[in-house]
């Protein structure tokens, strides 16, 4: 049985997205990459090639996703797997960021994958098959992190929307599954990925402490492989059933498990009272 698939990637020219497509490409599998400069794509990866089809892609722009997908389509003849790879980081407390700070962040890590799903569930739905990955972050499960509080709601809503998606879907023979990955070595906390507040409130201490962290302690020394999360995801796709729900490193399995532990206490000390609402 022929394994390969067609796999359609955004956000691909650096980080997760580029390690993904340089493995499927590896493999066999043919790959359709977007990205916003696809002079980008071609400086990492190459030109288009019989397997390697570079998008020059405005995910915000739902005419340019329309094309995309259609273009794919046009040169593979399917599309057997989205991986909703885009996004970018958003620091700033709830008071920091302005309205267009803060709809910036949702447009590209929410309605940009929105965007993808609405455009590639006619064809999925028709071929009775198809897998999507959205990918989240281990701040789309638990939120308690100081000034990150707008990524980690664009990165909730990803969780979320994907959990109805996969309710949805399943009847088609489609599959949907959020990706929280903890902390990876990538390029995610440089300039370009990773968005500062314009107007700082240095009354926060907690996010300036978390700024400054994130800045000189952790960006170099995420204890996450890229490169072995790529691999983890091409091997659940080949699953019969993937998981709604896949955590990626051990450090998102301890926050996972340690947010587990926060909603199970206090349903257990709320409960008489949470339930004493019924007529």
Known sequence: ??????????????????????????SGHQVAATSRN???????????????????VE???????????????NTFGKIDVIVNNAGYGQLGTLEELSDDETRKNFDVNVFGSLNVIRHIMPHFRANKSGQIFNISSIGGFMGAFAGWGVYCAT????????????????????????????????????????????????????ARESELM????????????????AEVIIEVAKSANPPVHLFLGQ???????????????????????????NF
């Open 38 to 56: 696809i002079a980008d794509l071609g400086k990492e990866i190459g030109e288009k090639s019989a397997n390697f089809l570079p998008l020059q």
């Open 214 to 229: 994130h800045e000189q302690q952790i960006a170099g020394n995420q204890p996450g492989d890229p490169e072995k999360a």
């Open 1 to 26: 049985m022929d394994t390969k698939k067609v796999w359609f990637v955004t956000g691909a020219s650096k980080g997760l997205g580029l390690i993904l497509v340089k493995k499927l490409l590896q």
């Open 251 to 277: 450090d998102a399995y301890n926050m996972a498990n340690a947010k587990l532990d926060i909603i199970k206490n206090d349903l257990n000390t709320n409960e008489v009272l949470g339930t004493s609402t």
């Open 155 to 206: 990165k909730f809503a990803v969780a979320g929307f994907t959990e109805a998606l996969a309710a949805e879907a399943k009847s088609h023979g489609i599959s949907a599954t959020v990706v929280y990955p903890g902390y990876f070595r990538t390029n995610f906390l440089e300039k370009g990925s990773l968005a500062l507040p314009q107007n700082s409130i240095v009354d926060y201490k907690e």
């Open 59 to 73: 995910l915000v722009n739902e005419q340019s996703v329309a094309s995309s997908i259609a273009e794919t389509i």
